[in-house]
T-cell receptor
């Protein structure tokens, strides 16, 4: 089944403890990106990647890192999480950088930083 | 900078009524792409439509239709004969940056639609 898989689905962590949220797609998609969803703010893009080793900042990149060493994987790294990074995170992928066929989203990761 | 405005925060309609969700966008690019997504109470994001800036034809898919007007920078979404299953948050999104080879995506803040039986 074609899908974007995020792990974990739920995570509670403490301030300052490094964490990684994994994202993997099995559709050979070029484009991948990360979003956070907060009440009243919609989805905001954190980082995106047009292909392996090509990444760029979205609208809210502060406090996050990403890497794209393989086409299928696009992990989101929080080096030193803070409570303001408590949010619902979505990974997405698409066939092309122009979103051909739409962006396929993962199921989301609900992160709580205490 | 690109921007997407969904001015309607919440809408309630009675089942079988028609409803239009508004989306207004801002961009400096001549090439861009517009999207609509549905987020039902279960939380997943479901792709509904993608439209490029050179195609202003309206589109109909079953009870769903989309009206794209470049003159007013709008990409509105109409649900005809609404059903309870249409209850969800709907997001409009804009992707631009093809000239620079990058592709940022901006989402609106969403419109929560409640269809009352």
């Amino acid at each position: 089944e074609a899908q974007v898989t995020q792990n974990p689905r739920y995570l509670i962590t403490v301030t300052g403890k490094k964490l990684t949220v994994t994202c993997s797609q099995n559709m050979n998609h070029e484009y991948m990106s990360w979003y956070r969803q907060d009440p009243g703010l919609g989805l905001r893009q954190i980082y995106y990647s047009m292909n392996v080793e090509v990444t760029d900042k979205g609208d809210v990149p502060e406090g996050y890192k990403v890497s794209r060493k393989e086409k299928r994987n696009f992990p989101l790294i929080l080096e030193s999480p803070s409570p303001n990074q408590t949010s619902l995170y979505f990974c997405a992928s698409s066939l092309s950088v122009t979103g051909m066929g739409g962006y396929t989203f993962g199921s989301g990761t609900r992160l709580t930083v205490v | 900078a690109q921007k997407v405005t969904q001015a309607q925060t919440e809408i309630s309609v009675v089942e079988k009524e028609d409803v239009t969700l508004d989306c207004v966008y801002e961009t400096r690019d001549t090439t861009y792409y517009l999207f609509w997504y549905k987020q039902p109470p279960s939380g997943e994001l479901v792709f509904l439509i993608r439209r490029n800036s050179f195609d202003e034809q309206n589109e109909i898919s079953g009870r769903y239709s989309w009206n794209f007007q470049k003159s007013t920078s709008s990409f509105n979404f109409t649900i005809t004969a609404s059903q309870v299953v249409d209850s969800a948050v709907y997001f409009c999104a804009l992707s631009e940056g093809s000239s620079g080879g990058y592709q940022k995506v901006t989402f609106g803040t969403g419109t929560k639609l409640q269809v009352i039986p």
